[in-house]
């Protein structure tokens, strides 16, 4: 994962809800070896639907 993977995700992802499915992220996990910290983000109201948009993250190590 990088800045510019990132980019091209956001900008491929539509804002939907289909069936009652929801786009997730997830930062960490029992089954992950690293976790993903999100700095700054915004939440954004568009449309009727809330998202949320990551401007700063961090690849961590776990402890």
């Known amino acids: ?6 980019a091209a995700q956001s900008e491929a992802m539509g804002i939907s809800i289909i069936h009652g499915e929801f786009h997730t992220f997830v930062t960490d996990g029992p089954l992950f070896k690293n976790r993903i910290r999100i700095g700054e983000s915004e939440k954004i109201l568009e449309d009727g639907y809330w998202r949320l948009d990551i401007l700063d993250y961090a690849v961590e190590q776990k402890k």
């Open 1 to 6: 994962m990088n800045h510019d993977l990132l």
